[in-house]
């Protein structure tokens, strides 16, 4: 079954936000390979984080990834209006290979 | 730089079938790893298949074994998914990617809508 995020988190700009994402043993707390996804509306999504906290070449240093136990966490800090989208995690699980979060939308207000 | 593009959506009726393409250009699709994933409407995303870079090893989200076939032609710089046996609930928008290490699918199409419907 797909992790859990939450529905929707909202900061103003400048502010950080904090996504979780809670799998279990067998995906995000056995693996070391959570990576992240940013889609805006109408649009493919796209890596911003993989192996748990490494950035994709051009992705802005205000996105960091980190991970406890079967807990992974995506922070965005001093939000901008373009980050106002949907995220999604995944995470590898072995035999049955890649699992996606239900996603979270990002409203900067 | 790296460009996949997907092609053969449509709208087919409950129990048929459909041929997915993605045509890949700016890197050695030879070499890559490949993987379809779709996003229902309004929901969120669902690994449905990969397969290995020499077409040896594949593998399938129990939601669609089956029922769905990945394949390859690396001659041709292509990626194709074959639905079988479409439900309702098939309804989505599929995109091929590429997949680099565990989980990083650097690279994704702009997508191709499949609806199922009678």
């Known amino acids: 079954s797909a992790l859990t995020q939450p529905r929707s988190v909202s900061a103003s700009p400048g502010q950080s936000v904090t996504i979780s994402c809670a799998g279990t043993s067998t995906n995000v707390g056995a693996y070391n390979y959570v990576s992240w996804f940013q889609q805006h509306p109408g649009k493919a999504p796209k890596v911003i984080i993989y192996?748990?906290?490494k950035r994709p070449s051009g992705v802005p240093d205000r996105f960091s990834g980190s991970k406890s136990g079967n807990t992974a966490s995506l922070t965005i800090s001093g939000l901008q209006a373009e980050d106002e989208a949907d995220y999604y995690c995944?995470?590898?699980?072995?035999?049955?290979?890649?699992?996606f979060g239900s996603g979270t939308k990002v409203t900067v207000v | 730089q790296v460009q996949l593009v997907e092609s053969g959506g449509g709208l087919v009726e409950p129990g048929g079938s459909l041929r997915l393409s993605c045509t890949a250009s700016?890197?050695?699709?030879?070499?890559?790893?490949m993987t379809w994933i779709r996003q229902t409407p309004g929901k969120g995303l669902e690994w449905l298949a990969y397969i290995s870079a020499t077409s040896d090893y594949t593998i399938y989200a129990d939601s669609v074994k089956d029922r769905f076939t990945i394949f390859r032609d690396n001659a041709k710089n292509s990626l194709y998914l074959q639905m079988d046996s479409l439900r309702a609930g098939d309804t989505a928008i599929y995109y091929c990617?590429?997949?680099?290490?565990?989980?990083?699918?650097?690279?994704w199409g702009q997508g191709t809508l499949v609806t199922v419907s009678s």
């Open positions: 192996d748990v906290n």
């Open positions: 990617a590429r997949i680099r290490g565990y989980a990083n699918f650097d690279s």
């Open positions: 700016g890197f050695t699709f030879s070499d890559a790893y």
């Open positions: 995944c995470s590898y699980a072995g035999a049955h290979p890649y699992v």
